[in-house]
């Protein structure tokens, strides 16, 4: 008597190996999104928080209560761990009741790097 041959339960090694190689590449790819993820979130902090200390740089040109003289100045403002510098540029408009007042926040590691831009208008006060 003879008996039918038996399928053999199971994977090959080549089924194994393929499958090893199709995993490998998802987890590569999704590594990579991750981290430009950290990236993005990173700047995305960066931005807000130079966009709060711009704000807050225009908030102290209306609170001084005083019509702002034409010139540049440059403070530090920090925020939480990041060290930032604003750049308050007041600048004449045609009307001379008025200023135009300029906010520019960099990086204070890097000063080629605008983290915020404001822009503002301030009227004499009566």
């Given at each position: ?9 199971g994977f090959?090694l080549?089924?194994v ?17 991750g ?9 995305l902090?960066?931005?807000?928080l130079?966009?709060?200390s711009?704000e807050?740089?225009l908030?102290?040109v ?5 019509f ?18 604003c750049?308050v ?20 590691d ?8 404001r822009v503002?208008?301030?009227a004499a006060?009566p």
């Amino acid at each position: 008597m003879t008996s039918a041959p038996r399928s053999a339960a199971g994977f090959t090694l080549i089924e194994v190996l393929i499958a090893l190689v199709v995993v490998s590449l998802v987890l590569a790819a999704s590594m990579r999104a991750g981290g430009t993820m950290i990236v993005t979130q990173d700047s995305l902090r960066r931005a807000t928080l130079a966009g709060w200390s711009a704000e807050n740089a225009l908030a102290d040109v209306r609170l001084a209560r005083v019509f702002p003289a034409i010139g540049l100045a440059e403070t530090p403002c920090p925020q939480f761990d990041i060290g930032m510098v604003c750049v308050v540029d007041v600048r004449a408009t045609p009307n001379p009741a008025m200023r135009r007042v300029d906010v520019r926040v960099f990086d204070a590691d890097d000063r080629k790097r605008q983290l915020a831009h404001r822009v503002a208008f301030q009227a004499a006060l009566p």
